[in-house]
């Protein structure tokens, strides 16, 4: 539901988005529990969270796309509200030119009412003249003349330039589909943008241009991403989907608090329990010794036994006493535990990490159909190699091939100690396995040990360790992959898209871990402040021929 309405904040600034007790579920599976959020006119919102945890499902929502459970969804926007999900819904049999024309038809619609109005001003009535200068600075703001130019610009911007005007939508590939909807919206300025993942399938160049031109836009953006640089440039302020919690937290000014509150919050989680182990231990050494303690072997003064009997009758009441109220204290402490907050994230080098030498790594001749071509590639201990290209170039195939996944065709592969290899897509064999079950295969160690180890790593919580693998979103199979990893001693790891459908705050986390890792390390990634923070050898595949690229 969306009305349009003029809600005032506490401070009286307006309130441009409001949502209202949210709630919402497919089946059985709750996503949002009494969500609420203000927005104000002008805000620059990311929304981040784990794959699955809603966050698609909350822009649906404020679009109009679904509706809520419960709860109600307030907008105040004359300016106009548009939407673009991951996948554009484009019509196959209409052309590159209806989708601009359906884009640009409110702007349209305002210049036809503009030049009918005009018509008549000779001799308009006040309300006549009010309305044509209300429409006229609306579409001024909008930018409407320009609207037609700024679609080619945006075409241009985004790798479009080549598409004909009247190319069929159905013939454009997945990625130029989603680049021509947001050329579009882009253009037709929207008072309200609404962006599901806008930066997947861009370049650099994309990249730029699309922050550049949320960052010059007068109105409001909210914009679902798993780009950190992105938010760090465009973000206003970050909403986190939490889906434990199934609710919303925002973190004001920007990316960088988001990253600062979430550190602190873990700091304060580690003195909380450090605080609280403490004086457990402490009410327990004086519940159990103070008794024993209190003036042990004290002599009778003046060989008064009365009176001394007396005195020690009040000495042990006393004692008592402090000794009940220290274990009733214990008792209260023991009912609500403050739980050890989980290591930081390490990865365990392979015994004898420190006497690895030489090569790791070798592929000589080696040939994948028409994927990958390699004359010659090494990766030595201690390495660390960053690959990157276009989608399709080979950097899959040849993750493969280094761990042993893929077979070549041809060349030889020469690999000497324990290899890690975190694939870019975790495929789910045995969907009704307990988590924990597929956790503790192939994994030394008793089942409680295992369980332990599990659960130190702060991925899973107890109550998810019986959900079968089948009902794991994206994210929590991806923390169950990176899970098995964490748990394996390796000289090597192979990392494929790491950061893919993981929420952000643990993004950050495995960043730290991997800085810290001792042995050699390959990845691949799009994620542009891992690549920008990566210290190591940077190659890049063309056309499935990895090179080394200059500094």
């Known amino acids: 539901m969306q009305l349009r309405l003029h809600l005032p904040l506490e401070d009286g600034l307006p309130t441009q988005i409001s949502l209202r007790d949210i709630t919402k579920s497919y089946a059985d599976?709750?996503?949002?529990?009494?969500?609420?959020?203000?927005?104000?006119?002008?805000?620059?919102?990311?929304?981040?969270?784990?794959?699955?945890?809603?966050?698609?499902?909350?822009?649906?929502i404020i679009a109009g796309a679904e509706q809520p459970d419960e709860g109600q969804v307030v907008l105040c926007a004359d300016g106009g509200i548009g939407y673009l999900g991951q996948t554009p819904d484009l019509p196959p049999d209409s052309t590159v030119q209806d989708a601009i024309d359906a884009a640009l038809a409110d702007?349209?619609?305002?210049?036809?009412?503009?030049?009918?109005?005009?018509?008549?001003?000779?001799?308009?009535?006040?309300?006549?003249?009010?309305?044509?200068?209300?429409?006229?600075?609306?579409?001024?703001?909008?930018?409407?003349?320009?609207?037609?130019?700024?679609?080619?610009?945006?075409?241009?911007?985004?790798?479009?330039?080549?598409?004909?005007?009247?190319?069929?939508?159905?013939?454009?590939?997945?990625?130029?589909?989603?680049?021509?909807?947001?050329?579009?919206?882009?253009?037709?300025?929207?008072?309200?943008?609404?962006?599901?993942?806008?930066?997947?399938?861009?370049?650099?160049?994309?990249?730029?241009?699309?922050?550049?031109?949320?960052?010059?836009?007068?109105?409001?953006?909210?914009?679902?991403?798993?780009?950190?640089?992105?938010?760090?440039?465009?973000?206003?302020?970050i909403v986190e989907v939490d889906a434990d919690r199934r609710g919303i937290v925002r973190y004001g000014d920007g990316y960088g608090t988001f990253v600062a509150t979430k550190a602190a919050a873990r700091r304060r989680w580690e003195q909380d329990h450090a605080q609280w182990c403490e004086q457990i231990a402490r009410l327990t050494d004086f519940a159990a010794g103070t008794a024993r303690d209190v003036a042990p072997g004290r002599a009778i003064k003046d060989g008064n036994k009365m009176a001394y009997d007396r005195d020690k009758g009040r000495v042990q009441a006393s004692v008592a006493g402090r000794v009940r109220n220290a274990q009733e204290r214990l008792r209260r402490l023991r009912e609500?535990?403050?739980?050890?907050?989980?290591?930081?994230?390490?990865?365990?080098?392979?015994?004898?990490?420190?006497?690895?030498?030489?090569?790791?790594?070798?592929?000589?001749?080696?040939?994948?159909?028409?994927?990958?071509?390699?004359?010659?590639?090494?990766?030595?201990?201690?390495?660390?190699?960053?690959?990157h290209g276009a989608n399709g170039?080979?950097?899959?195939?040849?993750?493969?091939?280094?761990?042993?996944?893929?077979?070549?065709?041809?060349?030889?592969?020469?690999?000497?100690?324990?290899?890690?290899?975190?694939?870019?897509?975790?495929?789910?064999?045995?969907?009704?396995?307990?988590?924990?079950?597929?956790?503790?295969?192939?994994?030394?160690?008793d089942r409680e040990e295992l369980t332990a180890l599990l659960l130190s790593f702060g991925l899973f919580r107890e109550r998810d360790l019986q959900v079968p693998v089948g009902a794991l979103s994206a994210g929590q199979r991806r923390r169950l992959a990176l899970a098995r990893l964490l748990a394996r001693p390796a000289d090597l790891?192979?990392?494929?898209?790491?950061?893919?459908?993981?929420?952000?705050?643990?993004?950050?986390?495995?960043?730290?871990?991997?800085?810290?890792?001792?042995?050699?390390?390959?990845?691949?990634?799009?994620?542009?402040?891992?690549?920008?923070?990566?210290?190591?050898?940077?190659?890049?595949?063309?056309?499935?021929?990895?090179a080394l690229v200059a500094h």
């Open 336 to 387: 609500k535990p403050v739980p050890k907050p989980p290591e930081p994230l390490r990865f365990r080098a392979a015994p004898g990490i420190g006497e690895a030498e030489g090569t790791l790594v070798r592929l000589d001749g080696v040939r994948v159909g028409d994927r990958l071509t390699v004359d010659s590639l090494t990766v030595a201990a201690g390495e660390r190699l960053l690959i």
């Open 107 to 237: 702007l349209r619609d305002m210049e036809r009412r503009l030049r009918s109005l005009e018509s008549g001003l000779g001799d308009a009535t006040p309300g006549r003249l009010a309305e044509y200068g209300d429409l006229l600075t609306l579409f001024e703001l909008r930018g409407g003349y320009e609207a037609d130019a700024r679609v080619d610009k945006a075409r241009h911007a985004l790798g479009l330039a080549q598409v004909d005007h009247d190319r069929l939508l159905g013939s454009l590939s997945g990625g130029e589909q989603a680049r021509l909807g947001l050329a579009c919206l882009i253009a037709a300025a929207p008072e309200i943008m609404l962006l599901d993942e806008p930066t997947n399938h861009l370049d650099a160049a994309a990249l730029d241009w699309l922050e550049d031109a949320l960052l010059a836009h007068r109105g409001t953006v909210l914009t679902v991403s798993h780009d950190r640089l992105f938010l760090q440039r465009i973000a206003t302020a």
């Open 393 to 445: 170039a080979g950097k899959t195939t040849l993750l493969r091939v280094l761990a042993g996944v893929t077979a070549p065709d041809s060349g030889t592969v020469q690999r000497r100690g324990r290899i890690g290899f975190l694939a870019q897509e975790i495929p789910v064999s045995r969907p009704a396995e307990p988590l924990l079950t597929a956790f503790c295969r192939g994994l030394a160690g």
């Open 493 to 546: 790891l192979l990392l494929d898209e790491p950061t893919n459908h993981l929420a952000l705050d643990l993004v950050e986390e495995l960043e730290a871990a991997l800085a810290v890792w001792s042995g050699a390390l390959v990845v691949v990634s799009h994620d542009r402040l891992l690549r920008r923070r990566f210290d190591g050898r940077p190659y890049e595949i063309r056309e499935g021929r990895p």
């Open 29 to 60: 599976r709750l996503l949002l529990d009494g969500v609420s959020l203000s927005i104000r006119p002008g805000d620059r919102i990311g929304i981040v969270g784990e794959n699955g945890a809603g966050k698609s499902t909350l822009l649906r």
